[in-house]
């Protein structure tokens, strides 16, 4: 077998290890560089998207801000028109009224006035002038003629406004004034209310108030096409622009462009089939204004791009006004940054190989130095090992030239030195070891043996606890019906001696042998009841006393059998008046061990009494059972105080118990453990919440095969 040589490792070692560090460096560098660079293509995405965020919502609620500024001024704009309007019209008839008054008769000169403000129209058909006096009489009315001579005082607008009375407390009140009213407009195809403002002057040597109005929807719509022609001339960047649509999906302005035809893009999808109207709807409800991510195709190019746009909402109009950015141009800024970083690594990679060419020269340069002298060391070792191997010879320390080989010299002979010793030593522990092994072997086997004796009888203590428990309680249930028929024929007997005693002294009537019968047959009824109940008390003790040999075999009814174990055990359950629920189908019959059953339920119950329902009364076990053709489930369940989880994994373990200043063995319900699991070869599991009771999960072959030989227990593992 070839092997490599020692010196010549060492020195391919230190290269390579040079070399693999040098690569490491260089990895760690380039790891470095690459984590750096990720997280700046994260902050410079981040950085960038939050300041395009931030640029176009500040982009819409500067425009929103202008629509406003335009609804407002285009209402002032309105108002200021019509008081102008009415004014003028004040200021003719005032002239008129001065220089015609005494020239005239006053009806003509009415007339005149009349005539020539009824075919005055300014804006369009919808403005005109009306007079009407203090009385509600309309005097005129320009749009309709019919309508004039007729009285308007209880005139009300479709909001229920008595507009016409408004309009004249106002004008005698404060001699001019606006007033609002809905009222439909002249031609309109849809025939629906508009809000409209009308300005009011009186004119008092006539009794007249004149006026005329305007809708709000007029100037709302003039408003509406000077904000969206604005919004049209919008650009910002290389690819900015204001967007508008309504809110049930109708197209204002997009793509920057104002949509002169009637154009719903509601069901519209970007190329991810994102709805992204329907988005701008769901944004618009949050009233501070909501960011969407969809797909858009950038202005004169066809390819779609990412992009985010703030939307907000003008309520009154229900128009969505919006603005966006496209997400692809941070990664022009990301790709620079990316090839700045692959500079930088062609860089660091030339200087570290420069570097590790320089390193590796001088380290070459001095191992060759260095592994001569460490070869010549350890030939002086090999040729002791050489030697030492045939007799207990030392090495000579001077010729060792390095201080870690003269440490290593002078361990290996306190070694050679310290064998020797061992050797005699060991010749005499081997003379005593038999000895000591073969005497703790036998302490070993006969602390065993106690340990089994220990507990069989801490078992049959646990069997006996149980039978002394029933044991009274048995006692009191055939006491008290022997009682009551012993009580019961004394009463018959008093009777018998009435009868006979009347009978020799001539005085028996009739009435009085009736009497007695029926006493006789009531107390003979409740002797043969009681006798009866005291014969079923015995019978159940009996049988359930011969089962707890649980070699038995047989088929039985396992609720039935239930039932007497409760009955049984009745005497223990009564002393906190608690209570045993049973829950199954009826005539279950199983083929198993009767007496395994009764030791396990009666193991189970008096630890829901001494454990579970310490401190408490009424307490209620439930037993409820289910089964199939193979297998027999019983569900065993408590409402006592339940078990610490720190406890469920060691309850099924011997010896382990809570109470054992109390008396408790610990090896109840490792004796239920063991017989469900190999008696009846099933399981048991068991669930506890502290405080709110415990369940145990029982699950066995219902029908079993009678097998050879059965313990009373089984091994206590």
């Not at 607008?157 to 007033?179: F, K, R």
Request: aromatic fraction near 10%.
């Amino acid at each position: 077998m070839s092997h490599n040589n020692l010196i010549r490792t060492i020195k391919n070692n230190i290269v390579i290890s040079i070399c693999i560090l040098s690569v490491l460096m260089a990895s760690l560098i380039m790891l470095l560089e690459f984590i750096q660079y990720k997280q700046d293509v994260v902050q410079i995405r981040e950085r960038y998207i939050e300041e395009q965020k931030a640029m176009i919502k500040d982009r819409v609620l500067e425009f929103i801000d202008y629509v406003e500024f335009v609804k407002s001024s285009s209402e002032r704009d309105m108002e200021r028109n019509l008081i102008s309007r009415v004014e003028a019209a004040w200021q003719s008839i005032d002239y008129m009224y001065k220089t015609y008054k005494n020239e005239m008769p006053e009806e003509t000169l009415k007339e005149l006035i009349k005539n020539g403000l009824r075919n005055v129209r300014f804006g369009s058909e919808d403005h005109y002038y009306f007079i009407e006096d203090s009385k509600g009489n309309n005097v005129l009315f320009a749009y309709d003629l019919e309508m004039e001579g007729l009285n308007y005082w209880d005139l009300q607008d479709s909001q229920g406004n008595y507009t016409v009375q408004e309009e004249i407390h106002l004008a005698l009140a404060q001699g001019a004034g606006m007033v609002e009213g809905y009222w439909p407009k002249p031609n309109d195809y849809y025939g629906e209310n508009y809000l409209k403002r009308t300005y009011v002057k009186y004119f008092e040597p006539y009794d007249w108030i004149i006026g005329t109005g305007a809708y709000l929807k007029d100037s709302e719509r003039n408003a509406k096409q000077e904000i969206l022609m604005r919004m049209e001339s919008i650009r910002f960047g290389k690819q900015g622009y204001i967007f508008a649509n309504t809110y049930d999906g109708i197209a204002l302005v997009l793509d920057g462009q104002v949509v002169t035809e009637y154009k719903n893009i509601w069901e519209l999808e970007d190329p991810n089939g994102y709805k992204v109207i329907q988005a701008e709807r769901e944004a618009v409800k949050n009233p501070d204004g909501e960011y969407i991510y969809y797909v858009w195709n950038k202005l004169a190019e066809e390819a779609a791009a990412p992009k985010v746009s703030f939307i907000k909402g003008i309520e009154d109009w229900e128009w969505m006004i919006g603005s966006g950015v496209y997400l692809d141009d941070v990664e022009l800024i990301i790709a620079d940054r990316q090839s700045q970083m692959v500079s930088k690594f062609r860089s660091t990679m030339i200087n570290i190989s420069i570097l590790t060419l320089l390193v590796l020269g001088i380290i070459y340069s001095i191992t060759t130095q260095m592994t001569r002298r460490i070869k010549h060391n350890l030939l002086v070792f090999t040729d002791f090992f050489r030697e030492a191997s045939e007799e207990d010879k030392t090495i000579n320390l001077d010729q060792v030239g390095y201080e870690e080989f003269e440490e290593l010299g002078i361990r290996v002979n306190e070694m050679v030195k310290a064998r020797a010793d061992v050797q005699s030593e060991l010749a005499k522990v081997n003379e005593n070891l038999e000895i000591m092994v073969s005497k703790r072997t036998s302490e070993l086997e006969s602390k065993i043996e106690d340990l089994g004796i220990m507990q069989d009888k801490l078992i049959q203590k646990e069997k006996m606890a149980i039978v002394g428990e029933l044991v009274p309680g048995f006692a009191h249930d055939i006491n008290t019906p022997v009682g009551v028929a012993i009580t019961a024929n004394s009463f018959v007997q008093e009777k018998i001696k009435m009868i006979r005693s009347n009978f020799e002294e001539g005085k028996l009537k009739r009435s009085m042998i009736e009497n007695c019968l029926e006493d006789i047959s009531e107390s003979t009824s409740i002797i043969e009841n009681n006798l009866r109940l005291s014969a079923e008390q015995i019978q159940s003790f009996k049988r359930l006393s011969i089962d707890q040999s649980i070699d038995e075999f047989r088929t039985f009814d396992l609720v039935a059998y239930i039932k007497e174990i409760s009955l049984s055990l009745s005497p223990l359950l009564k002393s906190g008046q608690h209570s045993v629920e049973i829950g199954a189908p009826e005539n279950l019959e199983i083929v198993s061990y009767p007496g395994v059953y009764f030791q396990v339920l009666s193991n189970l119950i008096s630890n829901s009494v001494v454990h579970g329902f310490t401190g408490r009364e009424k307490g209620v076990i439930r037993i409820e059972m289910s089964a199939d053709e193979s297998n027999l489930r019983i569900k065993y369940s408590d409402n006592g105080i339940g078990i610490e989880g720190k406890y469920l994994d060691k309850i099924f373990n011997p010896y382990f118990t809570t109470k054992k200043h109390a008396g408790g063995s610990g090896i109840g319900l490792n004796i239920v453990y063991n017989l469900i699991s190999t008696t009846l070869d099933g399981s048991i599991t068991c669930e506890s919440q502290f405080g709110e009771g415990t369940t145990f999960f029982i699950e066995v072959e219902k029908n079993l095969s009678e097998r050879p030989e059965v313990s009373e227990y089984e091994d206590l593992n």
